[in-house]
């Protein structure tokens, strides 16, 4: 018999772990849940929600095709000790992810105990390459993963019957529903629902809308975190966007989400290459620039009680709906980094647990990138009131999320310039930008930064040149 993991590719088309697992007809489908994963750098309740709706469509779409998953509750230790005791000759499939120690460390090992007998089958996700990885190859290496051939839908089970773990519904029934309504729907049917509607319509001005938090909310794909969880693949994305093409009146915005697709996968190649930048940013040098932490500032952060009307609505915004689009996300990060001076180290895990759309590979290299210390990016500080003016001149979306401010002069919210009409600027925007700015261009001044980021250029730059 074969054993399948599914870990974060809940999908049934072009999932390698399934497909080949699932050749012999005679296999079975496991998850591991493993509770001190869920409470891991990053991961929170928010994801969870999501996570279990995918599982459940991926179940019953196994169903179907006499198979169904099942959940082994534990750890990968654990796990390790049931397959040697029931299935010592079992041959074991699963997909490459790039993620947080927690995750890496104990796969690894795992890995390790099979890899002695070769019972262990890894095949590689997304376009992240595993082992050496030629930079300078690597563009043309992910067009040709993406121009592959879809794997077809597993083939079904000759014979129907569990190995007497816990069912998707058992499992499911030992957590109450605490997932909001707000956020986003799990399952591939939804992840197919998106790209079409994205594709065939809401496409139209995506590279324009992107920047507003109020017109990316429907002009984005929205697909992250089914991307995220594998509920569909980048690369039937990829091809469904190829086809769909030569068809579409929205080219330019199409061209951009293409890229988009491609830099999903280049940033997680980062994390995927130097599973340190999870504690130690890209630059080494970066790390002694912000020693001190101030909790007070980064729970008024994060809870959105910053002073600064735009600001808040954002977090208070996230908080809601698990999402924001990117260029919020930048300046949100931006504020905590540089107007606040707080160390990323101890920001990001706090801002990815909002997010339904969790990425560790994307969310910390970006981290990084908004917080200067990658050496290899140019320090952007985002201007909160030249954003809150920007993306919304007349303060309806600001008014509509924190309705106390109400009947208040546009003017007066941008500059969060509100005299006791709202909670005070716990720090000024113009000074502190200045403060961050002579410092991190201090640092980047000697030889010495500069040759450590042309190594850092080596490993993870893109050999592509960015635009929007
Ligand atoms: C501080 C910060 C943290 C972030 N954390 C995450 C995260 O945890 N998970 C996540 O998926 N994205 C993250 N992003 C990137 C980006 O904001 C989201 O991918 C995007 O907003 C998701 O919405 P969408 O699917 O509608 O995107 P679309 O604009 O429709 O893009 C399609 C897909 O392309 C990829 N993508 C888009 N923008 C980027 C980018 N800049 N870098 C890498 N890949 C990209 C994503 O997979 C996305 O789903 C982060 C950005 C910042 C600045």
């Known amino acids: 018999m074969d054993l399948i993991l599914v870990n974060r590719n809940l999908r049934l088309k072009d999932n390698a772990a399934l497909f080949y697992g699932s050749l012999s007809q005679n296999y079975r489908v496991i998850y591991l849940y493993d509770k001190c994963y869920w409470n891991s750098n990053g991961r929170s309740k928010v994801q969870f929600g999501f996570f279990l709706e995918s599982l459940e469509e991926l179940d019953a779409s196994l169903k179907k095709l006499n198979s169904s998953v099942e959940v082994f509750e534990g750890n990968f230790s654990e796990l390790r000790k049931y397959i040697d005791e029931n299935y010592p000759q079992s041959k074991i499939h699963v997909n490459h992810t790039t993620d947080t120690s927690y995750f890496r460390n104990n796969f690894s090992d795992f890995k390790k105990h099979f890899d002695r007998n070769e019972r262990i089958l890894i095949y590689s996700d997304f376009g992240v390459q595993t082992g050496d990885v030629n930079r300078d190859k690597w563009a043309f290496e992910w067009n040709k993963l993406m121009k592959k051939n879809l794997l077809d839908i597993p083939k079904p089970n000759i014979k129907s019957s569990h190995i007497g773990l816990t069912t998707v519904l058992e499992f499911k029934n030992k957590f109450k529903s605490d997932k909001k309504t707000t956020f986003q729907s799990g399952g591939s049917s939804k992840a197919y629902e998106l790209l079409n509607s994205f594709l065939m319509d809401r496409s139209h001005g995506y590279s324009r809308n992107m920047s507003s938090p109020i017109e990316a909310e429907t002009s984005c794909s929205r697909l992250s975190p089914h991307i995220s969880f594998g509920t569909i693949s980048i690369r039937e994305i990829y091809q469904k966007l190829e086809a769909f093409y030569p068809f579409s009146n929205n080219k330019s915005d199409l061209n951009s989400f293409r890229k988009r697709l491609y830099w999903h996968c280049h940033f997680i190649q980062k994390l995927e290459t130097e599973p340190e930048l999870e504690y130690c940013s890209m630059h080494r040098m970066c790390d002694n620039l912000r020693e001190k932490e101030n909790k007070e500032l980064i729970e008024k952060w994060i809870t959105g009680q910053t002073g600064y009307p735009f600001m808040d609505a954002c977090i208070k915004y996230l908080r809601e709906n698990g999402w ?108 502190s930008s200045k403060f961050a700015r002579d410092k991190i261009w201090a640092a980047r001044k000697g030889q010495e930064f500069k040759t450590i980021a042309r190594s850092v250029y080596l490993k993870h730059g893109s050999r592509k040149r960015r635009s929007a």
Do not use: C
């Open 324 to 431: 924001i689009n990117f260029r919020m996300r930048a300046m949100i990060m931006s504020f905590a980094s540089y107007n606040l001076w707080q160390p990323w180290q101890l920001t990001s895990p706090l801002l990815a647990e909002l997010f339904v759309d969790y990425e560790p590979g994307i969310h910390i290299p970006q981290v990084q990138m908004q917080s200067g210390v990658t050496g290899i990016n140019l320090p952007r500080i985002y201007s909160v009131t030249k954003q809150s003016r920007d993306q919304d001149a007349d303060g309806i979306w600001i008014k509509k999320i924190i309705p106390s401010l109400e009947g208040l002069d546009p003017d007066e919210i941008h500059d969060a310039n509100l005299n006791g009409s709202y909670i005070p600027r716990i720090v000024d925007h113009k000074e």
